[in-house]
């Protein structure tokens, strides 16, 4: 009682300036140290293309990408050691099973010998797109598949298949003094005038939560809800590219009217009860390595519309991944993401790391450096075109591409470009380059992976960088300018 008395004299813990990590390390890897004249020669020798350069020689920061790069809990590693490697039905199965139905929705996957088959493990995401829009492909002619804004390999699987992929990005993306904490919206008055036009070409409408391509920014349920009840009037199924479905439900606890007492449980319950389907990579919000799923709502109307999808996916599955009881996964991977799916919901653990991301963006706006605001979930945003603003950086000049390159061989610390060049192309009769809406780069924060002074080194570099932008010399390309997903393979030169 004495105790207790005590310490109601002092500051409340929540008021702490710093709060401890919602975890501790259970086991580290000591990095090999590399020196800047190492980095630079490497770097060099892979025509500095920063996918090529081997991880081992990151001292700094890994921000390639949040996927498949999470650290994992001790309790999924412990339940590694229980896979059931079994060629049919392992044990993790009917735990995933559960899971499942737990976390998205018991309408989601039906138990063997009840009801069709609707629930479809892949490897990991883009595999579930190929499938579905294998699918869909097969349905009909000029077909449009609209979206808040389709992932990269989301949208050439979806172009693969002659389906015209279209983004609706929200208004709010593109307006500076916008302070939307919602920008990952779809534009509601662009898709209404799409279905107006020409809802019968529209085999199903997208919604990618949160939007990757615009930023990392979350949907709003408000959002979520409006565009399915408009899809459903015009007959056309609704589906999330649900890739970081705990994230976006942490904003809209976090940011929406309504939810601030709502646990992100029932919140992404609601989210999914309002879709027919979803595609996901458990590579980000699974909490795992490697992972991936496609699902069909039971009695949705993407199934009473594609009565015959359940037999064709099964088909698809088999042929190309594996019997339906494991899909592409090993029986270890589907012990580690059953444990997964439910630790990503918790509450301490979401808050930590969007604060961890949020943290780090705001230290880089603090010091002037132009980044995407306010910051999204999993990545930070820098903007290439506000960056090189004062200097001579022309749009050809990829100032992405050189400023990633200099970030890694000199400071250790490794981002990637998306912006001119990965979604830009070059357009071979005019023989002119054709730039991207958007011009990132993007710092991806890998979940449960780094500590705060990791990121404060990273924003660091940044800033150092941002004074010395007068000095980054501009880039060419020496190899692969015209190759589609060029970004993954071409070479380039700095050009003094
Ligand atoms: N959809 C979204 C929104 C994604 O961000 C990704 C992957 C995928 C689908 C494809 O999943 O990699 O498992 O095939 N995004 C990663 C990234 C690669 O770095 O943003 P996958």
């Given amino acids: 009682m004495k105790l207790l008395n005590l310490i109601k004299k002092l500051p409340e813990e929540k008021n702490l300036a710093i709060h401890p990590r919602p975890y501790f390390n259970h086991s580290v890897e000591l990095k090999s140290i590399f020196s800047p004249e190492e980095r630079a020669k490497m770097l060099q020798s892979v025509g500095l293309n920063v996918f090529f350069f081997p991880s081992e020689m990151i001292t700094g920061c890994d921000l390639l990408s949040d996927s498949g790069v999470t650290t994992m809990t001790n309790e999924q590693w412990a339940a590694l050691h229980l896979g059931d490697e079994a060629y049919g039905s392992n044990r993790g199965y009917f735990l995933l099973i559960d899971q499942i139905r737990e976390t998205f929705g018991e309408e989601f996957f039906n138990k063997p010998g009840s009801g069709r088959p609707n629930a479809f493990i892949f490897h990991q995401g883009r595999s579930c797109e190929d499938a579905l829009f294998t699918l869909l492909g097969k349905t009909g002619s000029d077909l449009i598949i609209p979206s808040n804004g389709h992932f990269d ?8 298949n002659k389906i015209q992929a279209v983004n609706l990005f929200s208004s709010e993306l593109k307006r500076d003094k916008s302070d939307s904490y919602f920008k990952g919206n779809m534009n509601i008055q662009e898709f209404k005038k799409l279905l107006e ?6 085999p199903l409408a997208y919604l990618t939560i949160t939007n990757n391509t615009a930023g990392a920014q979350p949907v709003s349920m408000k959002n979520i809800e409006e565009v399915a009840e408009l899809a459903h009037k015009y007959n056309v199924p609704l589906f999330f590219d649900a890739c970081r479905f705990a994230e976006n439900a942490w904003f809209i606890k976090k940011y929406e009217r309504g939810y601030t007492d709502t646990e992100i449980k029932k919140i992404v319950k609601e989210m999914f009860s309002h879709v027919d389907g979803f595609t996901i ?4 919000d699974g909490l795992v390595n490697m992972g991936g799923g496609l699902f069909l709502k039971d009695n949705g109307l993407f ?20 019997h339906p009881t494991y899909g592409g996964l090993s029986g270890r991977d589907i012990m580690a993401l059953s444990v997964g799916l439910k630790i990503i919901i918790k509450q301490e653990y979401l808050t930590y790391r969007i604060n961890q991301v949020q943290e780090f963006g705001e230290e880089l706006h603090k010091q002037g450096v132009p980044v995407l605001t306010p910051i999204g979930g999993h990545a930070v945003y820098l ?11 022309k749009p050809g000049d990829f100032g992405g591409i050189a400023l990633c390159a200099l970030l890694l ?8 470009e998306l912006g001119y060049f990965a979604f830009g ?9 054709i730039p991207s809406e958007v011009n990132f780069v993007r710092f991806a924060i890998p979940r449960l992976r780094y500590e705060k002074q990791d990121l404060a080194s990273c924003a660091e570099s940044v800033k150092i960088l941002y004074e010395y932008r007068h000095q980054i010399p ?7 300018r015209d190759l589609p997903l060029r970004h993954f393979k071409a070479k380039f030169e700095f050009k003094r």
């Fill in 474 to 480: 501009p880039v060419k390309v020496t190899y692969g």
């Fill in 153 to 160: 390999t989301t949208q050439a699987n979806i172009q693969i």
């Fill in 425 to 433: 192309y070059f357009d071979k009769n005019t023989k002119r380059e």
């Fill in 303 to 322: 199934i009473k519309k594609y009565p015959d999808s359940s037999e064709m996916l099964t088909n698809y599955q088999i042929v190309k991944e594996g």
């Fill in 197 to 202: 036009k020409s809802s019968d070409k529209i």
């Fill in 409 to 416: 061989a000199a400071y250790g610390h490794r981002a990637c």
């Fill in 383 to 393: 903007d290439v075109n506000r960056f090189f603003k004062d200097t001579e950086m």
């Fill in 281 to 284: 990579s458990f590579k980000k």
